[in-house]
Nanobody, 126 residues
């Protein structure tokens, strides 16, 4: 049973760093995990995705070069390292996971994900 829970959100100064964590993926055997965010009044945006077994990561253009997604396999923890934070990064961040093992196209699409955490708020201060 996949039950995801995020932690690590908070306030960060513009230009600063923050690391988000996600636990609860022990029941997974394949598929993908991702970080998806939603700012007030905006649609959900997939920002990073990682293959559960391959470790291959992809990023949205808005965060490429600043965010790093990674997974600690022995501990089954998913991370999102936010570097050089920008005001546009202010959002609720969700950890998500696929249900199946199908290969996905090279795009972080929120609709691909079945399991979701409750979210953790990130606020970037000027």
């Amino acid at each position: 049973h996949v039950q995801l829970a995020e932690s690590g959100g908070g306030s960060v100064q513009a230009g600063g760093t923050l690391r988000l964590s996600c636990t609860g993926s022990q029941a997974m055997r394949c598929g993908y995990m991702a970080w998806i965010r939603q700012a007030p009044g905006k649609e959900r945006e997939g920002v990073a995705r990682i293959g559960y077994n391959s470790g291959t990561a992809i990023y949205s253009d808005s965060v490429k070069g600043r965010f790093v997604i990674s997974r600690d396999k022995p501990k089954d923890i998913l991370y999102l390292q936010i570097n050089n934070a920008e005001s546009e990064d202010t959002a609720m961040y969700y950890c998500a996971a696929t249900r199946g093992c199908d290969l996905l196209p090279n795009d972080v699409r929120p609709s691909d994900f079945y399991y979701w955490g409750q979210g953790t708020q990130v606020t970037v201060l000027p």
